[in-house]
């Protein structure tokens, strides 16, 4: 019914999607640290039974969060809301999978802080539950630093929206490049004028010029993978390692 991984490492890194649909009825992941109540996986049960694909955790109704860790998760969570997908409780690890979930992960993902963004993606369409659960924090309950796993986290969502929607990050560093030529024709300009160079406007240029180059070349680099892939299915892998966030 359940896995569980190494603690620090996460539940959901010990999940493999074979073997889950050769021994396990409905696969569940919970926290191996002691954080998630095992009195709470019948809710989840009972969503996928009530028609859900994807039941995901929301301790927010019954823990009280550290507030650094408080006001850290909701200025992720915005922008996860924005860019990923609407969810109270986003980076969650207690979660449980329908078999049409299951099938939809069917693809390896990066194990590491952040994986549950990549699963949001992916689940974002089917039908979602949010159980109210209660997390227990304490000193074992997690050893990463909660700056670093912050960061972590803001790259896999800024990354995930960027490689999953291509034509979006081509079009952002296109009106990156435009604005940086426009920066730099108008800081001509000025210095044709006054034979001053305005350092402000001149960084400015360049630092979107170097955006730009980068939003361009990964947009074209998951462009050129996904036509590749849609021309030789046997590249797509089935495996699944999945991590997990506290």
Do not use: C
Not at 85 to 96: D, E, S, T, V, W
Not at 164 to 180: C, D, E, M, V, W
């Amino acid at each position: 019914m359940g896995a569980q991984g190494p603690a620090g490492g996460g539940a959901e890194e010990a999940m493999d999607s074979k073997l889950i649909k050769i021994f396990m009825i409905i696969p569940l992941t919970i926290s191996a640290d002691g954080q998630h109540d095992p009195a709470d996986i019948p809710k989840f049960l009972q969503a996928l039974k009530s028609g859900a694909n994807h039941a995901t955790g929301n301790r927010f109704p019954h823990t009280k969060m550290p507030t650094i860790r408080r006001l850290g998760h909701k200025a992720l969570a915005l922008l996860h809301r924005i860019l990923i997908a609407k969810l109270n409780n986003a980076f969650n690890g207690y979660r449980a999978f329908s078999r049409k979930a299951l099938k939809t992960l069917d693809q390896d993902f990066d194990p590491a802080y952040g994986v549950e963004t990549e699963i949001n993606y992916q689940l974002r369409k089917t039908k979602n539950a949010e159980i109210p659960t209660t997390v227990k924090y304490h000193e074992a309950s997690s050893k990463a630093n909660p700056l670093l796993q912050g960061l972590n986290l803001l790259w896999s969502i800024l990354w995930t929206a960027l490689t999953k929607r291509p034509t979006l990050t081509l079009t952002l560093g296109a009106t990156s490049l435009a604005t940086s030529i426009t920066l730099f024709i108008h800081t001509l300009t000025i210095f044709n004028a006054t034979r001053y160079v305005r350092l402000t406007y001149t960084t400015l240029a360049i630092l979107l010029e170097i955006a730009a180059t980068q939003l361009i070349a990964i947009a074209i680099s998951i462009m050129n993978i996904v036509h590749y892939r849609s021309y030789n299915p046997a590249t797509k892998t089935t495996n699944n390692t999945m991590g997990h966030v506290n």
